[in-house]
């Protein structure tokens, strides 16, 4: 690897890959939260939860976390994964995604992905699907959201629930309606570089009521905080729990991007749409993702298949633009159980794609300073 192309750029040299953002309100949100009570979990997170669910969770029952990856843990202990089970999930994600599934003792049964998305490919699924599976994960990798028709179908025709690990698709939709109606269970991450942060944390979004106050029990030691605050101490604790809740002060900081929620839509939906267009003229850059009607790409990453990947980059590098893979595929890790051979979509993609910069501070300049130099050539 091109050591030009395998280190960090910083902001002095050009367009960054990913950059946070946090609203030019929250540090005096913050501030005012700081002089308070609760610092810990307190009304804070419940005001986030009940936003959230109306602004971007379909009016469904949420629970805030300290990371993405504590709420896929949830989800998936809720979905009752334990040892000896197998979670059928997409090959290409971040690790995040998988990990859980360890967590709980049980083996991650990789899928296929579709090469034009670079989503799980439901064929592949369906022919992974065995009576040890609990349950699919699905993730809309860069925004897009998955065919979520055909993998509702199947885990319905199996009895078991669909997971969404929406870290990267924060406003996406699917016929219309938030993405989280169509999955049993969803996680969305407000980690640094997501859509926007608190620091780190997560949100859970359940389907119903029903099982919103085990979720909650789950992410503290198990124990009934709201019995606990009143001061009665006898609460038994008859379950693993665990320590997983968003502190009121990453709920301030969520609070004040979600004020900010639209700009930050249209920002990045504008971007990405110029990027699309703009590839549409260039031979040799393949757009990931483009094309649908049915589902709306929530913008979080550009992705590109490319050949020469890594003259790609550092042509992009000496131009002062930052892009990277971002995500590898999973069995790659020996943790995962290393190199799977029937992965035809994976392999296909595995040397061309290539994630370009979209943030809050990238411009349509910027957009067309990318394009122009992907033109070119390399
Ligand atoms: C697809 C995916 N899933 C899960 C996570 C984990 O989220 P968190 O970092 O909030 O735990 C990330 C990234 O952080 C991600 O990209």
Same mark, same amino acid.
């Given at each position: 690897?091109?050591?030009?192309?395998?280190?960090?750029?910083?902001? =002095?040299?050009?367009?960054?890959?990913?950059?946070?953002?946090?609203?030019?309100?929250?540090?005096?949100?913050?501030?005012?939260?700081?002089?308070?009570?609760?610092?810990?979990?307190?009304?804070?997170?419940?005001?986030?939860?009940?936003?959230?669910?109306?602004?971007?969770?379909?009016?469904?029952?949420?629970?805030?976390?300290?990371?993405?990856?504590?709420?896929?843990?949830?989800?998936?202990?809720?979905?009752?994964?334990?040892?000896?089970?197998?979670?059928?999930? @997409?090959?290409?994600?971040?690790?995040?995604?998988? +990990?859980?599934?360890?967590?709980?003792?049980?083996?991650?049964?990789?899928?296929?992905?579709?090469?034009?998305?670079?989503?799980?490919?439901?064929?592949?699924?369906?022919?992974?699907?065995?009576?040890?599976?609990?349950?699919?994960?699905?993730?809309?990798?860069?925004?897009?959201?998955?065919?979520?028709?055909?993998?509702?179908?199947?885990?319905?025709?199996?009895?078991?629930?669909?997971?969404? =690990?929406?870290?990267?698709?924060?406003?996406?939709?699917?016929?219309?309606?938030?993405? %989280?109606?169509?999955?049993?269970?969803?996680?969305?991450?407000?980690?640094?570089?997501?859509?926007?942060?608190?620091?780190?944390?997560?949100?859970?979004?359940?389907?119903?009521?029903?099982?919103?106050?085990?979720?909650?029990?789950?992410?503290?030691?198990? &124990?009934?905080?709201?019995?606990?605050?009143?001061?009665?101490?006898?609460?038994?604790?008859?379950?693993?729990?665990?320590?997983?809740?968003?502190?009121?002060?990453?709920?301030?900081?969520?609070?004040?991007?979600?004020? =900010?929620?639209?700009?930050?839509?249209?920002?990045?939906?504008?971007?990405?749409?110029?990027?699309?267009?703009?590839?549409?003229?260039?031979?040799?850059?393949?757009?990931?993702?483009?094309?649908?009607?049915?589902? @709306?790409?929530?913008?979080?990453?550009?992705?590109?298949?490319?050949?020469?990947? %890594?003259?790609?980059?550092?042509?992009?590098?000496?131009?002062?633009?930052?892009?990277?893979? %971002?995500?590898?595929?999973?069995?790659?890790?020996?943790?995962?159980?290393?190199?799977?051979?029937?992965?035809?979509?994976? =392999?296909?993609?595995?040397?061309?794609?290539?994630?370009?910069? +979209?943030?809050?501070?990238?411009?349509?300049?910027?957009?067309?300073? &990318?394009?122009?130099?992907?033109?070119?050539?390399?």
């Amino acid at each position: 690897m091109n050591p030009k192309v395998d280190s960090l750029m910083s902001e =002095d040299e050009g367009i960054v890959l990913f950059r946070p953002y946090v609203s030019p309100t929250a540090a005096m949100s913050v501030a005012k939260t700081l002089s308070t009570r609760w610092i810990g979990q307190g009304p804070q997170v419940e005001e986030f939860e009940r936003q959230f669910s109306t602004r971007l969770a379909g009016d469904l029952p949420c629970a805030a976390t300290n990371s993405g990856t504590s709420a896929l843990h949830l989800a998936m202990l809720l979905a009752g994964i334990g040892p000896g089970d197998e979670v059928i999930t @997409t090959i290409f994600t971040c690790t995040a995604t998988n +990990m859980p599934v360890l967590y709980c003792g049980a083996t991650p049964v990789f899928a296929d992905i579709q090469p034009t998305t670079l989503n799980i490919d439901p064929v592949s699924v369906r022919a992974k699907l065995t009576e040890k599976t609990k349950a699919i994960v699905c993730v809309p990798y860069g925004g897009l959201p998955c065919d979520m028709d055909e993998l509702r179908q199947i885990a319905d025709e199996a009895e078991i629930p669909l997971i969404q =690990d929406a870290a990267h698709a924060m406003g996406a939709q699917y016929h219309g309606v938030s993405i %989280v109606k169509h999955a049993t269970y969803s996680m969305f991450s407000f980690q640094a570089i997501k859509h926007f942060t608190t620091g780190d944390g997560g949100m859970l979004v359940l389907p119903d009521h029903h099982q919103i106050e085990d979720a909650k029990l789950l992410r503290w030691f198990g &124990i009934d905080r709201s019995a606990k605050q009143k001061g009665i101490w006898e609460n038994d604790i008859t379950r693993v729990g665990y320590k997983y809740q968003m502190t009121d002060i990453a709920a301030t900081m969520g609070l004040a991007a979600l004020g =900010d929620w639209d700009t930050i839509w249209q920002h990045r939906r504008k971007l990405l749409a110029l990027y699309e267009l703009e590839f549409d003229g260039i031979d040799t850059v393949e757009f990931v993702g483009g094309g649908f009607d049915d589902r @709306t790409h929530a913008a979080w990453l550009c992705t590109v298949l490319v050949d020469d990947r %890594v003259g790609c980059q550092a042509m992009l590098r000496s131009k002062g633009i930052e892009a990277t893979q %971002v995500h590898y595929r999973n069995d790659r890790y020996s943790i995962m159980g290393g190199r799977r051979d029937d992965m035809p979509g994976m =392999d296909s993609v595995d040397d061309k794609y290539l994630v370009l910069p +979209m943030h809050m501070q990238v411009t349509e300049d910027d957009v067309y300073r &990318i394009t122009d130099a992907l033109r070119t050539g390399w």
